[in-house]
């Protein structure tokens, strides 16, 4: 990869995660097993994941001037990722609370905080894309922001990576910058239009929006679909969840790296269906 770089963009977060024998249910109270605080946020999540395999991450967020701020500056150092980027402003960090079962399964709620009001002062200094091969965006910050960052990053040819989650409406205008986007079954359904389970129709409506179009299926695998090419559905590997929180942003990270290292769309999701299937066994 030589001196390549990847430019994300997005949400940081401190996360509450709880390990619980079950999810409430509406108006339910549940006694959980332990909670314990995480670095999180869909952003600072794929900047790790893509700092472990070694490749040069700038990430840029926001922080608040809460007492949560120091445990995320803490933690992201801990992972190696520079600060140089992150901002602090007035306000209250990120938060999210994650709850996962004994089945490995999650539900969470977000509270974006400060993560709405990141700076877009940053994007126009040409250091920051210095060496950028990509930059990656996804879905808990505001869309502008998002649009600002494709734009300056397709004037100096950096390709831009979309994880369009959490399922939210899209300006359609994003995806003139997008060359990637990657989709869970909800999103990519939100997004076609379309609430069939015929992932493989979805995935070709996408490829029209967007070149490259990936969709997660959890268990079911990964479905990929280059534009004007047939849809490929690579199946899942059976494993022992122990839990799935996470699994999308670690999919992502690990599908990008070996594909800026091989351009080869296909084999790149093959190993990242692979790879997560072994993380949220272990």
């Known amino acids: 990869m030589g001196s390549s770089s990847i430019v994300v963009l997005g949400s940081l977060h401190y996360d509450i995660f709880i390990k619980s024998n079950a999810i409430p249910k509406i108006g339910e109270t549940v006694l959980a097993e332990k909670w314990f605080p995480k670095l999180g946020g869909k952003g600072a999540n794929q900047a790790v994941a893509l700092n472990k395999e070694s490749i040069k991450v700038k990430f840029l967020s926001t922080i608040g001037d809460d007492f949560f701020s120091e445990f995320l500056l803490k933690r992201l150092q801990e992972e190696n990722i520079s600060l140089e980027n992150i901002s602090k402003v007035k306000g209250n960090s990120g938060i999210s609370v994650a709850i996962s079962n004994e089945s490995g399964d999650y539900s969470a709620v977000v509270v974006s905080g400060v993560n709405l009001e990141i700076s877009d002062a940053l994007l126009y200094d040409n250091n920051l894309w210095k060496d950028a091969s990509f930059l990656m965006i996804q879905n808990e910050i505001k869309e502008e922001m998002n649009l600002a960052a494709a734009k300056e990053a397709k004037k100096r040819n950096i390709k831009v ?13 994003l995806f003139e910058f997008v060359d990637i986007l990657l989709v869970n079954e909800i999103e990519a359904q939100q997004l076609s239009e379309d609430n069939s389970s015929n992932f493989v129709t979805i995935a070709t409506k996408l490829s029209n929006i967007v070149s490259k179009v990936i969709i997660t299926l959890g268990s079911d695998g990964v479905i990929l679909c280059e534009k004007d090419n047939t849809p490929i559905h690579i199946k899942g590997f ?23 290292k091989n351009n080869d769309f296909e084999n790149s999701i093959r190993i990242a269906n692979k790879k997560t299937a072994e993380f949220i066994s272990t």
């Open 161 to 173: 990576f979309f994880n369009a989650a959490p399922a939210k409406n899209i300006n359609i205008k």
């Open 238 to 260: 059976p494993v022992n969840v122990k839990s799935a929180h996470g699994a999308g942003d670690y999919f992502a990270g690990k599908f990008l790296i070996d594909f800026i």
